[in-house]
């Protein structure tokens, strides 16, 4: 049984992992964080809301959540991607590297929104939306562009557009917020056509004055919106800050072929093939996610200036962030146009040179701490890189296994406590769900941690699961909130697979639309749920 040896990290490992720290170029970013164990939750915004919210999971909903977090023990809270994704529901499918979501803005906190033309009844008809089982965006998205076009137009009338914070926060973020606003004006004059549907005249940049000028109403409209966006989101960081708290961002590694960024800074990108991934156990013909590949040499001859404004741009927000597919900076599995894929670069000198080229300058350029998203195939020298520049990987307990030997599982107090601990991701089936889906594996995993293995997972062992997720030799433990929920079957859907927030390599009305089934009020005044997770650790 292993229920003694995980409930500390073994010192030798710990030893070894503050050296490499001290030796790295985040030491100062991991001082301010610190190696003791931190334990949290990550929860997509869309999914949570509250008695405010207005058919999706809004920006000032981050404030209960981070109250809720703290009351029952957890230090982090962790979100998916808040970029702008348009009209998609894919938090990993943006129209733009660093803008936020506008579909997110708080309605209920804006200053005026009641002068707004039949504002009470658009609201209530918006905060109807947030109870039902699944967002619809279909419905949510038309309702809130709407509203805020009637709302910009009260912001003028107040002269709002003028105060000197407003033309501050242009100023300062005009690398990004100019093109984006620009890009997002013409695409809603061409009825949101795809890029590769643009004719000449707004594809050739050298128009960009011209519309500039016949698009101006439209790019302070855009630009506001930003501006609204990231006032709400630095009340949430200020509260965290109070709180204790630490919010984990994700930055995607990819972006869509109809963003700004590949319209505006195509140079970074290549659109003649697209990025995917390899032919694994799981999918025997790999994956095409038909997302562009970057153009690594002006990347770099650049200094990944690109990036880091990313990063600068994110720091407002977050204190950690997760490096989404980080294997990416390394090597991508490329598809070219005749369905023929392949690594780029393939040679492991090349590779290494590049990902640590890259990573050397981005971990430079951020107070953040990242945690790389290293699950899959990823290569020896790959991970020993990541370790070298101490940047943590994922260590999902029911994948790790001896997978070179004898197929085992690895002991939780032998995890690189440079690492987080996670039972499901959200690409993944819930911790409950898998167990269902796979007896074998299982039935495997129950006699590894020594429990009696029923078909159905049972309260008694998911939450020993839980606690266990919570005492591996990883500094960092954060688990879906649907795992967390699971512990009180009134709070999740009667519906399994409700509970799974994406199937990868699916195009599904499923995906992307998962909902907590409690308001964060009812989470707030849960007592049996909250006693239960205070307890895990």
């Excluded at 309260?459 to 960092?476: G, V, Y």
Aim: glycine share 4%.
């Amino acid at each position: 049984m292993l229920w003694g040896c995980i409930t500390c990290r073994p010192m030798p490992l710990l030893s070894r992992s503050l050296r490499i720290i001290q030796n790295s170029p985040i030491r100062k970013v991991w001082n301010q964080v610190d190696t003791s164990p931190k334990h949290g939750i990550c929860v997509p915004l869309f999914s949570i809301h509250t008695q405010n919210s207005c058919g999706i999971g809004e920006f000032l909903d981050l404030i209960p959540m981070i109250d809720w977090c703290t009351l029952c023990g957890f230090q982090i809270l962790q979100i998916l991607p808040i970029n702008d994704t348009g009209s998609c529901s894919s938090p990993y499918n943006s129209i733009s590297s660093i803008s936020l979501n506008p579909l997110h803005l708080s309605i209920s906190a804006l200053p005026y929104k009641e002068e707004v033309s039949s504002s009470r009844k658009l609201i209530q008809e918006m905060q109807r939306l947030s109870q039902l089982s699944q967002v619809n965006y279909e419905k949510v998205i038309p309702m809130k562009r709407a509203f805020f076009k009637a709302y910009f137009r009260v912001c003028k009338s107040k002269n709002l557009t003028n105060h000197p914070d407003f033309c501050d926060f242009c100023e300062r973020e005009k690398y990004w917020l100019h093109p984006y606003a620009l890009f997002c004006s013409i695409r809603e004059h061409l009825n949101y056509l795809p890029i590769n549907h643009w004719s000449t005249t707004y594809t050739d940049l050298s128009y960009i004055s011209q519309h500039e000028h016949t698009f101006a109403k439209d790019i302070e409209f855009y630009s506001y919106l930003q501006y609204l966006c990231f006032e709400q989101m630095k009340q949430v960081r200020k509260h965290a800050d109070h709180k204790g708290c630490l919010i984990k961002g994700d930055i995607p590694i990819l972006i869509s072929k109809d963003s700004c960024d590949v319209w505006f800074y195509r140079k970074y990108f290549s659109s003649s093939e697209s990025v995917g991934s390899p032919p694994d156990f799981y999918n025997a013909e790999g994956q095409n996610w038909n997302l562009p590949i970057y153009n690594m040499k002006t990347l770099r001859q650049d200094a990944y200036h690109w990036w880091k404004e990313r990063l600068r741009y994110a720091e407002n927000f977050y204190s950690l962030y997760r490096l989404d597919h980080v294997v990416g900076l390394f090597r991508f599995w490329v598809w070219d146009e005749l369905g023929r894929g392949r690594f780029e670069p393939q040679d492991p000198k090349d590779y290494l040179d590049q990902g640590t080229d890259i990573l050397s300058h981005l971990l430079k350029a951020s107070s953040m701490l990242p945690i790389g998203e290293d699950l899959g195939t990823i290569p020896v020298d790959v991970k020993q890189a990541l370790e070298s520049l101490a940047v943590c990987g994922t260590r999902i307990p029911r994948w790790e296994r001896d997978w070179e030997g004898n197929g085992a599982y690895i002991p939780f107090d032998q995890y690189n406590p440079l690492s987080v601990t996670s039972l499901s991701t959200h690409d993944s089936s819930t911790l409950a769900l898998w167990w269902q889906e796979a007896p074998q594996e299982a039935r495997l995993f129950a006699q590894f941690l020594g429990m009696p293995y029923t078909p159905s997972l049972s309260f008694h062992n998911h939450k020993e699961i839980l606690k266990l997720s919570h005492k591996t030799s990883s500094i960092f433990h954060i688990n879906l909130i649907n795992d967390y929920l699971a512990l009180c079957p009134d709070l999740i859907s009667t519906y399994p697979l409700q509970e799974r927030i994406n199937l990868p390599g699916t195009i599904s009305k499923n995906n992307w639309v998962y909902r907590v089934k409690p308001s964060i009020e009812q989470l707030s005044a849960h007592s049996k749920l909250n006693s239960l997770l205070a307890s895990l650790f």
